[in-house]
Structures are given as C-alpha cells and as structure tokens.
Nanobody
Framework: DVQLQAFGGGFVQAGGSLRLSCAAS????????IGWFRQAPGKEREGVSC????????YYADSVKGRFTISSDNAKNTVYLQMNSLKPEDTAVYYC????????????????WGQGTKVTVSS
C-alpha cells in the first residue's frame, strides 16, 4: 500500500524556519511526483511546492519562492520542505501527496495523501 507520512510541523515565530519531511513507502519512489500542499482555515487546499523524483524538476508557488526549498532523498524515499523566513500567512496544515509520473502541482492531480502536519507562525 502507498503510504505517506508527513511530520516536522510546529509553532514558530515569524522569520523562523521549519523543515517538513515526507516519508514514502509502498511504491517506486523515483517514478512519482511528490508535492507539498497546505490548507489554512476557511481556505482551499493549495499547491506549495512539488518535485519530480525522476529528474528533480521543481515547482514553487509564487508566495513561497525564495523562502521554501523542496528536495528529495531517493535513497531514503523522503521529500523535504525547508521553510525559511516564515510568515503568519504560512500558517496551515501541510500535506504531502504523490502521483505516478509527473504532474502539475495541483491537489486535484494527486492520488495519494498523507496525514497533515500543522504549521503555526506567530507574528
């Protein structure tokens, strides 16, 4: 079975950093795209950053460009999201998800989802 476990969320002050991890199992890791998505209260789930495990191509939402970095460790079947210069508007539940092949960084396109990890950024 495909399993994704996201962890690393927490409480941080504005300007701080967190690193999220998404541990994957049950599929051939480098044949999938892995994405990070977030959902704030009262808002739709949105794509934050996605990576193709086969070629390392990445996507970032405009709101996180220059602050967040996605990376993949294929040996560990893990994708990371390094989040720097965090802002209160980054507060949300963050989810990782996977889809075979490559895909737009759109939640509708992703088939497998892990549980969320909550990130709270105080002002």
């Amino acid at each position: 079975d495909v399993q994704l476990q996201a962890f690393g969320g927490g409480f941080v002050q504005a300007g701080g950093s967190l690193r999220l991890s998404c541990a994957a199992s049950g599929f051939i890791f480098d044949e999938y795209a892995i994405g990070w998505f977030r959902q704030a209260p009262g808002k739709e789930r949105e794509g934050v950053s996605c990576i193709s495990s086969s070629d390392g191509s990445t996507y970032y939402a405009d709101s996180v460009k220059g602050r967040f970095t996605i990376s993949s460790d294929n040996a560990k079947n893990t994708v990371y999201l390094q989040m720097n210069s965090l802002k209160p508007e980054d507060t949300a539940v963050y989810y990782c998800a996977a889809v075979p092949g490559s895909s737009w960084c759109n939640p509708i396109s992703y088939d497998y989802w892990g549980q969320g990890t909550k990130v709270t950024v105080s002002s």
